[in-house]
């Protein structure tokens, strides 16, 4: 099994910037690829951004490209999401979450992933 456990969150205004991490632990985390998804009561899990395992491939949802930037260290074992010019509507839990998919058109779908967080709480205020 992997354990990941985010942290970072909080509550900011609108235009600043966050950084949430994400520690693993478990089996080699290097043989994971990495996403960040995000929820709000009521909806489902929305991807945001997705890392291949050696940190190569990038993929971002619409609504984070330009502004967000995924990240990882695998000799930390951890996953990263920088978030700037933040915006009320990026109010959301964050999770991430880690999948054995080696086809990155799964990647942005929550099924393909094995193991997640337990969220942490981004609250952007205007």
Partial sequence: QVQ???SGGGLVQAG????????ASGRPFSRYAAGWFRQTPGKGREFVAAIGRSGTNIYYAASAK????ISRDNA???VYLEMDSL?????????????????????????A????GQGTQVTVSS
């Fill in 87 to 111: 915006k009320p509507e990026d109010t959301a839990v964050y999770y991430c979450g880690t999948t054995q998919a080696g086809d990155f058109h799964l990647w942005y779908t929550r099924g």
């Fill in 76 to 78: 930390k074992n951890m």
């Fill in 113 to 116: 992933y094995d193991y997640w």
């Fill in 16 to 23: 600043q910037s966050l950084r949430l991490s994400c520690a």
């Fill in 4 to 6: 990941l456990v985010e």
């Fill in 66 to 69: 330009g502004r967000f930037t």
